[in-house]
């Protein structure tokens, strides 16, 4: 993907505008996790080192659009960054009704709430020039809002004088190239969840790319009584056990696989203190709900991914949060730690996997899209990188 990036560009005394994602979980009115704001500081201070003039934009919460609501004000952030950059973070509540807000070289300006503004979600054309003119030079960063088309993410990058990339959003589309368009073999794809509808097309995109499609929760459920086997009370879709026959097929006629559990872990309960018992899945009985893959698929997948040269994560392959039912993907969590694969990991259950078996070091690339991450393993085009590849083609 061609873009230009904000590394190659001089920002001295440059009007910078920025596009993070910093919808951050509030409580009582202070940033409960600010993982996002962490990860957005990198590139707000190689634009100050560079003297530039920054002004910060990003959403928050749902507020209704084009009214301000204080539970969604961005001041909490604003102290938030201003703590970290160890400099004053001035919030600008009405940002776009001047011209030209005041900044200086080295100063941070945050911007209110995108999402108090009309037009915001529907990209509107007025609204996009009105947060271009702002600027000199828009820089997008926020890969998490990547395949939204909204004022702040493509309209603005569209009429810009100059609209690039900045490092956070460069280094996903490098790391996402890397394993899906250039990748080391053996490729192999986890894809975990709780319905297979949700992520039908990511399963048939992704079939037709890797070497191995490992399924886990939910969808690995269905696949199970696409092969014949009892899943009892479990969670699964009757109506899609055609597909995954259709994927398994097509898998196996490329000389792939998409493994079925031969063990599980079940419970009569959904409940954090439901007793846990393994078994095959022969053995499932009608009144059981299988929340986790057993120990022995657990090992054989383990080996598959020890043995891989590149590795995409996407969901859980059990009911993790209940430890009882967590260690199928435990087991996962630690073969990909211990593989010498190029590892990238990406959704929030998947996130908070890989927070809890503690492999952040171990994975080589965490992404912090959600949405946007599953876009991408789709193959669909994120609008707000198109059209800085547009820009970049034009420039």
């Known amino acids: 993907m061609s873009v230009i990036k904000m590394a190659d560009l001089d920002l001295a005394g440059k009007r910078v505008l920025i596009r993070q994602d910093l919808n951050v979980p509030l409580k009582k009115g202070v940033v409960a996790d600010g993982t996002r704001i962490h990860a957005s500081l990198p590139t707000i201070q190689a634009a100050l080192d560079a003297g530039a003039r920054v002004m910060i934009m990003s959403h928050l919460g749902r507020p209704t659009e084009g009214e301000y609501v204080h539970q969604y004000s961005m001041a909490p952030v604003a102290n938030f960054l201003s703590a970290l950059l160890n400099q004053p973070v001035r919030l600008e509540q009405n940002w776009l009704e001047p011209e030209f807000i005041p900044v200086e070289p080295g100063e941070v300006v945050l911007c209110e709430n995108v999402r108090f503004n009309l037009g915001e979600k529907a990209n509107d054309e007025a609204l996009s020039r009105r947060m271009a003119k702002m600027c000199d030079v828009f820089v997008m960063d926020a890969f998490g809002t990547a395949h939204r088309a909204q004022a702040s993410t493509h309209g603005v990058a569209k009429y810009a ?22 990748p080391a073999r053996p490729l192999v794809a986890i894809v975990g ?63 792939g696989d998409i493994p079925v559990p031969t063990d599980v872990v079940c419970g009569k309960q959904f409940a954090e203190n439901a007793e846990a018992e393994t078994k095959a899945v022969a053995d499932v009985q009608d009144d059981d709900m299988i929340f986790d893959i ?102």
């Open 193 to 255: 969840g709780s319905k297979v509808s949700t992520k039908l097309t990511v399963l048939e995109t992704l079939s037709k790319k890797v070497d191995q499609l490992i399924v886990g929760g939910g969808i690995a459920n269905t696949f199970i009584a696409a092969d014949g086997g009892n899943v009892g009370n479990s969670l699964y879709e009757a109506d899609l056990i055609g597909t995954c026959k259709k994927l398994q097929a097509d898998a196996q006629s490329r000389g």
């Open 161 to 182: 004088p100059i609209a690039c990339a900045g490092p956070l959003l460069a280094g996903e589309l490098e790391a996402l190239g890397k394993a899906l368009d250039n």
């Open 294 to 395: 057993g120990p022995k698929t657990a090992e054989k997948l383990a080996e598959i991914l020890k043995n891989a040269g590149t590795i995409v994560w996407n969901g859980p392959v059990g009911v993790f949060e209940f430890n009882q039912f967590g260690e199928g993907t435990k087991e996962i969590a630690m073969a990909i730690a211990e593989s010498d694969a190029f590892s990238i990991a990406g959704g929030g259950d998947t996130l908070a996997a890989v927070a809890k078996y503690k492999i952040c070091d171990d994975v080589s690339y965490i992404s912090t899209g959600g949405g946007a991450f599953l876009e991408f393993l789709e193959g669909k085009k994120l609008p707000a990188v198109e059209i800085l590849e547009q820009r970049a083609a034009s420039s």
